[in-house]
């Protein structure tokens, strides 16, 4: 199944088999908890795809959703494969901004909202988050292989990405660090506690809604 083919919920609910199998592996039953994770995982694997190739290479694979396939069951790197075919794209923020938030991140938020009551901030910020997070990696990279051209690149075109309004509020950069403005909810799951980008300086007070919550 393509993500284009999840996004739209042709055949099979893919996005709501992820969202249950992330309930079940971090014994939640509060099913926007599993809706924010499993959104954060995917947007840090197209983020990092992305990011990286254009600070590698220059030039960022067309991961269309039409082309690119998801395995909902599978984890990292299985879950993703991309069809054969010319791939190769502009990397500047303005390509990556469209491939990455209007191709998949937005469609994927609304697909994930029809069926679920999650905020729209939430999931942005998750998209902020995992960008960020997914810059501090190919960083670290960049400085262990001796390549500060990928690391400036990739410094450079992170910048320009939180210049979009859509991620700008989404935090607070300083350097390579991030500071939310909005929570995961990942604290939300047993012995989850606080991501280290997390908006809230210990872990909020609650108590455990019932299973249909969501």
């Not at 999650?118 to 400085?143: D, F, K, T, V, Y």
């Not at 990405?161 to 989404?170: I, K, M």
Request: glycine letters at 8%; aromatic letters at 6%; hydrophobic letters at 40%.
């Amino acid at each position: 199944m393509t993500l284009g083919d999840a996004y739209r919920r042709v055949g099979r609910d893919a996005l709501e088999f992820r969202v249950t199998k992330v309930a079940r592996a971090l014994s939640v039953s509060e099913a926007r908890v599993a809706v924010s994770v499993a959104q954060l995982g995917l947007a840090a694997r197209l983020w990092s795809v992305a990011l990286g190739s254009a600070a590698l290479f220059g030039r960022v694979p067309d991961l269309a959703p039409e082309r690119l396939h998801w395995n909902p069951d599978a984890s990292a790197p299985d879950d993703l494969f991309l069809a054969m075919g010319p791939s190769d794209l502009p990397a500047d923020a303005e390509t990556l901004c469209a491939l990455v938030l209007d191709r998949h991140l937005e469609p994927l938020s609304a697909a994930l909202r029809a069926r679920h009551r999650i905020s729209a901030p939430l999931l942005r910020g998750n998209a902020g988050s995992a960008l960020a997070g997914a810059a501090r990696e190919i960083s670290r990279w960049a400085r262990g292989a001796h390549r500060p051209d990928v690391a400036t690149r990739a410094r450079l075109l992170t910048a320009e990405l939180f210049e979009d309004p859509r991620l700008a509020t989404t935090g607070t950069r300083t350097g390579s660090a991030f500071r939310r403005t909005s929570c995961c909810l990942y604290y939300r799951a047993p012995g989850g506690g606080l991501c280290g980008d997390c908006c809230f300086g210990r872990p909020p007070q609650h108590s455990s809604p019932p299973a249909a919550s969501g």
